[in-house]
């Protein structure tokens, strides 16, 4: 990791995408990181597009800008792909992951990626309705983020993100367990193009 790693998250209000980026920077956090998670939002409600996100480093952290050159951009929502420019500002050797069923072989063709770029899809919605029942596909998100970048590994996501779902799912602690399934499913299914 430079000085600071980046991650730019993509989605819609529902779908996590805030969530996910402090899940993220708070399991970084307790590996010893530095970290900042933050949201940008536009209209809040739910559908609209909403970013977030993630700086992270191995030392405190000084600068309190929004980031524009991320390292990785993490989309949620395929369907923002053709309203937004998802992939302005990353870096020539940046990584992308996209929430989608299509292969990544399609996809780059479509984002007009650098050779340089590296694309990961997972099909983040199928996994979120098959454990969880609905289509919130962030802890999937999740799972593909920590295979594709191991910063952290699955076991430390994990132990931390299975902390905060247990004290926030207090009443339902049936969903921890689904949430951390769709976690694991992600780091396995994940492709590369």
């Not at 000085?3 to 970084?28: D, M, N, P, S, V």
């Not at 530095?34 to 909403?50: K, L, M, N």
Request: with cysteine; aromatic share 6%; charged share 25%.
């Amino acid at each position: 990791m430079g000085e600071y790693f980046e991650i730019r998250w993509h989605g819609r209000g529902g779908q996590g995408a805030k969530t996910a980026a402090l899940l993220f920077g708070t399991a970084c956090m307790a590996t010893g990181k530095f970290f900042q998670g933050f949201p940008e939002y536009g209209p809040e409600r739910t559908g609209a597009p909403v970013r977030a996100y993630n700086r992270l480093s191995d030392k405190p952290i000084t600068i309190h800008s929004g980031i524009k050159t991320p390292d990785v951009v993490v989309v949620l929502d395929p369907t923002l792909i053709k309203s937004e420019n998802v992939v302005e500002g990353l870096k020539d050797d940046g990584i992308i992951i996209v929430n989608t069923s299509m292969s990544p072989q399609e996809l780059r063709k479509k984002l007009g990626l650098k050779p340089t770029q590296k694309l990961y899809t997972i099909d983040a919605s199928g996994i979120a309705r098959d454990t969880l029942k609905r289509d919130i596909p962030n802890t999937p998100m999740l799972g593909a983020l920590v295979r594709v970048t191991g910063i952290i590994s699955l076991e430390e996501l994990l132990k931390d993100t299975e902390a905060k779902l247990r004290a926030k799912f207090r009443d339902r602690p049936q969903l921890v367990d689904v949430n951390l399934e769709a976690i694991k499913r992600a780091y396995n299914e994940v492709r590369e193009a």
